[in-house]
C-alpha cells in the first residue's frame, strides 16, 4: 500500500477498461490522518486531496497551501448551509452537494463572492436513511434544479452500501450523469476503486490505501 502502488493500481484499471491513461484522478483522502502522513504523501508530489469536515480542512490545508505548490483539496463529506461559504473559501471542489436548500445557498453565495467551486451532486444509489444524497428517481429534476440556478454541476458521487455490490451502484451513478450530459463521476474509495473505474470513475476517493489506517481514538 501507499502512493505509488495505488497509482500503478489505477494505471491498470485504466488499461483494462480500455480508458485513457490519466483519465482518472486520484482523490488522497486525508480526513484524520496525522499531518505527518499527509506531509509525507506532499513531499512524494501528490497535490490532490480530499477531506469530509469544512473545519478539519481549515485546520490543516491553509498552511500545506503555503509550502507547497498547486494543492487541490476537495471536500467529499456532507455540508452543512451555515458552513457553505468558508467551504466555498477552502474548496476547489465540492462533491456533497444534495439538497435543495444548500443549492439555493451556494448560488446565493457564488453570486456574492463572485466565484464558486465546481461543484459534484451526491446521490443516495442505495436509498439509504442514513446517507446523504438525492434519491435516483429525483437525481434529473435536482439536476436541472441546480443548471437553473447557475450552478458549476460537474458531475455525480455516490457512496454504495457496504454490503451489496458496488458495481451496481456504479453503474446506476454512470447512467444517471449519462442522460444528463455530466462527464464527472467521483465514485470508488480503497475496496473498490478498480470497479468503480471499470465502470467509468473520473475521481476515485482512496484514503486508507494510501495513508493507513484512520484512528480515531
Ligand atoms: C473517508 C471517505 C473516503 C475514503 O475511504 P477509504 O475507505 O479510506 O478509502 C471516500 N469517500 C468518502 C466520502 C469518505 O468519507
Redesign the pocket.
Given at each position: 500500500m501507499g502512493l505509488e502502488e495505488i497509482c500503478a493500481r489505477i494505471a491498470k484499471a485504466e488499461k483494462n477498461a480500455g480508458r485513457e491513461a490519466g483519465s482518472v484522478k486520484l482523490i488522497a483522502?486525508s480526513?484524520v490522518q496525522p499531518n505527518e502522513r499527509v506531509e509525507a504523501v506532499l513531499e512524494e508530489g501528490h497535490r490532490l486531496f480530499?477531506e469530509?469536515k469544512v473545519q478539519e480542512a481549515a485546520g490543516k490545508w491553509p498552511d500545506f497551501r503555503e509550502r507547497f505548490e498547486g494543492v487541490e483539496v476537495h471536500l467529499?463529506?456532507p455540508l452543512q448551509t451555515n458552513k457553505a461559504r468558508q467551504a466555498m473559501e477552502l474548496f476547489e471542489v465540492i462533491?456533497s452537494l444534495d439538497r435543495p436548500k444548500l443549492a439555493k445557498t451556494l448560488a446565493r453565495l457564488a453570486d456574492e463572492l463572485g466565484h464558486c467551486p465546481d461543484l459534484f451532486i451526491q446521490v443516495n444509489t442505495g436509498e439509504e436513511d442514513q446517507k446523504a444524497g438525492v434519491m435516483p428517481g429525483e437525481a434529473d429534476a435536482f439536476i436541472a434544479e441546480c443548471r437553473d440556478l447557475g450552478l458549476p454541476v460537474i458531475g455525480l458521487m455516490c457512496?454504495p452500501p457496504v454490503d451489496e455490490e458496488p458495481s451496481l451502484h456504479f453503474a446506476l451513478l454512470a447512467k444517471i450523469a449519462e442522460r444528463n450530459g455530466l462527464k464527472g463521476l467521483s465514485m470508488g474509495?480503497?475496496?473498490d476503486f478498480e470497479k468503480a473505474i471499470a465502470q467509468g470513475a473520473t475521481h476515485v476517493?482512496?484514503?486508507?490505501?494510501i495513508f493507513g489506517e484512520?484512528d480515531y481514538g
Open positions: 483522502v480526513k480530499g469530509n467529499i463529506g462533491h457512496i474509495m480503497s475496496g476517493r482512496v484514503g486508507s490505501a484512520r
